[in-house]
Nanobody
Framework: LQVVESGGGTVQPGGSLRLSCAAF????????VGWYRQAPGKEREPLSC????????YYVNSVEGRFTISRDVARNTVYLQMNNLKPEDTATYYC????????????????WGQGTVVTVSS
């Protein structure tokens, strides 16, 4: 499995962006696809994930209500809709794949994308 992100950019505070993650090579044993981010000088942190098979989702508290994860099974693509963006959301966002939600939460990730940069600034 390989994943390729797109959709990053620069947006003003309060604005929105939608990130896309295209999966190549099939999902195979990767039952969870999601997003991490890493802000400058900080550790990578999990944000949200989805089970492509049944659409079950998970969000960390800091983004729940502002970010929405979804998938298009036919296109093998996972999306992260980000609304009401804040300067502290500035980071490199990574699409990831792993085999279980518990592993996603614990930073046990099998597949990492190359990352896409999101900058929130006025």
């Amino acid at each position: 499995l390989q994943v390729v992100e797109s959709g990053g950019g620069t947006v003003q505070p309060g604005g929105s962006l939608r990130l896309s993650c295209a999966a190549f090579g099939g999902t195979g044993n990767y039952y969870v696809v999601g997003w991490y981010r890493q802000a400058p000088g900080k550790e990578r942190e999990p944000l949200s994930c989805i089970n492509p098979a049944d659409g079950t989702t998970y969000y960390v508290n800091s983004v729940e209500g502002r970010f929405t994860i979804s998938r298009d099974v036919a296109r093998n693509t996972v999306y992260l809709q980000m609304n009401n963006l804040k300067p502290e959301d500035t980071a490199t966002y990574y699409c990831v794949g792993t085999s279980h939600l518990a592993l996603f939460k614990s930073n046990v990730i099998d597949v990492w994308g190359q990352g896409t940069v999101v900058t929130v600034s006025s």
